[in-house]
């Protein structure tokens, strides 16, 4: 996402956006809200740097209803079927389908 787009998102000015990319502003608690709100993540993820534990990664995968449903067969996989499903659920989540 460029500056230009992360500011019309916060409703700042892009300079502020860039001055908050190369450290020379501070984000106010309301400016961290707004960042926060446009990339679509929460503030402590935004303060984190985006790294979330292996728990939180599982239990968001858990969440999700295509995951859901596959759960109850994987006992039933071998270790081909397995990675070949992971491998596919993984192209997924960095290309997601196009809508029809």
Same mark, same amino acid.
């Given at each position: +996402?460029?500056? #230009?787009?992360?500011? *019309?998102? +916060?409703?700042?000015? #892009? %300079?502020?956006? $860039?001055?908050?990319?190369?450290?020379? /502003? %501070? &984000?106010? @608690? $309301?400016?961290?809200? #707004? @960042?926060?709100? /446009? @990339?679509?993540?929460?503030?402590?993820?935004?303060? $984190?740097?985006?790294?979330?534990?292996?728990?939180?990664?599982? !239990?968001?995968?858990?969440? =999700?209803?295509?995951? /859901?449903? @596959? +759960?109850?067969?994987? $006992?039933?996989?071998?270790?081909?079927? +397995?990675?070949?499903? *992971? /491998?596919?659920?993984? =192209? !997924? %989540?960095?290309? &997601?389908?196009?809508?029809?």
């Amino acid at each position: +996402m460029s500056q #230009r787009q992360l500011a *019309l998102r +916060m409703e700042v000015p #892009r %300079t502020y956006v $860039s001055k908050i990319e190369n450290e020379k /502003a %501070t &984000p106010t @608690l $309301s400016s961290l809200e #707004r @960042l926060a709100r /446009a @990339l679509e993540v929460s503030i402590p993820i935004l303060l $984190s740097g985006g790294e979330r534990n292996r728990q939180e990664e599982v !239990l968001e995968l858990i969440e =999700d209803q295509f995951v /859901a449903e @596959l +759960m109850p067969f994987m $006992s039933q996989l071998n270790g081909m079927q +397995m990675s070949s499903i *992971l /491998a596919q659920v993984r =192209d !997924l %989540t960095i290309r &997601p389908r196009r809508s029809a």
